[in-house]
T-cell receptor, first 113, second 114 residues
Framework: AQSVAQPEDQVNVAEGNPLTVKCTYS??????LFWYVQYPNRGLQFLLK??????LVKGSYGFEAEFNKSQTSFHLKKPSALVSDSALYFC???????????FGKGTMLLVSP | SAVISQKPSRDICQRGTSLTIQCQVD?????MFWYRQQPGQSLTLIAT?????????ESGFVIDKFPISRPNLTFSTLTVSNMSPEDSSIYLC???????????FGPGTRLLVL
């Protein structure tokens, strides 16, 4: 079985400050890890993924995430938050060899001016 | 990445009726998925739809309630049958890219059942 945990319902950060949105996962094999963002009244947009290789992956809009195998984590980060980053962020995992994604419950990111 | 469109974008329906949601992709894809996102909730997979075979439904979802068609490699429909207010959700179509790694999502269909 595969599962994802996003421990924070909401993250608040001031514009210009660094942000972190946490994600931990559980799979039986090798994980394929993803971050998606959902803006109000919009579908999900793909941000970045980790499949293999460098543990630090870079994605759209200046976001990056670090894969940590020992801690089974894949936290989303950005050095300097923008008000326009305010949205709902989903972490997702897929076990290698399986086709279905499992999503976390989502974390609302609120960036204040 | 694939460009995915859905119709309708939103609808308000009466209980007991049915609604068919269309999903169109700008390229041929093998695997398509239908998800439900209930208000304030995460995404739940309804079924996987591969062209030329019956859809595979997840636990808690049945074909009589959510019939799916997949007539070709660029198109799929999901029907929400005999609707009740509990069916009020966002329904999202998703495809797996050619490399088999990344899923992309359509804009969603926002359904309100009265």
């Amino acid at each position: 079985a595969q599962s994802v945990a996003q421990p924070e319902d909401q993250v608040n950060v001031a514009e210009g400050n660094p942000l972190t949105v946490k994600c931990t996962y559980s799979v039986s094999g090798n994980p394929y890890l993803f971050w998606y963002v959902q803006y109000p009244n919009r579908g999900l947009q793909f941000l970045l993924k980790y499949i293999t290789g460098d543990n630090l992956v870079k994605g759209s809009y200046g976001f990056e995430a670090e894969f940590n195998k020992s801690q089974t984590s894949f936290h989303l980060k950005k050095p300097s938050a923008l008000v326009s980053d305010s949205a709902l962020y989903f972490c997702a995992v897929r076990d290698e060899g399986y086709s279905t994604l499992t999503f976390g419950k989502g974390t609302m990111l609120l960036v204040s001016p | 990445s694939a460009v995915i469109s859905q119709k309708p974008s939103r609808d308000i329906c009466q209980r007991g009726t049915s609604l068919t949601i269309q999903c169109q992709v700008d390229s041929q894809v093998t695997m398509m998925f239908w998800y439900r996102q209930q208000p304030g909730q995460s995404l739940t997979l309804i079924a996987t739809a591969n062209q030329g075979s019956e859809a595979t439904y997840e636990s808690g979802f049945v074909i009589d309630k959510f019939p799916i068609s997949r007539p070709n490699l660029t198109f799929s429909t999901l029907t929400v049958s005999n609707m009740s207010p509990e069916d009020s959700s966002i329904y999202l179509c998703s495809v797996l890219d050619e490399g088999g790694e990344t899923q992309y999502f359509g804009p969603g269909t926002r359904l309100l059942v009265l």
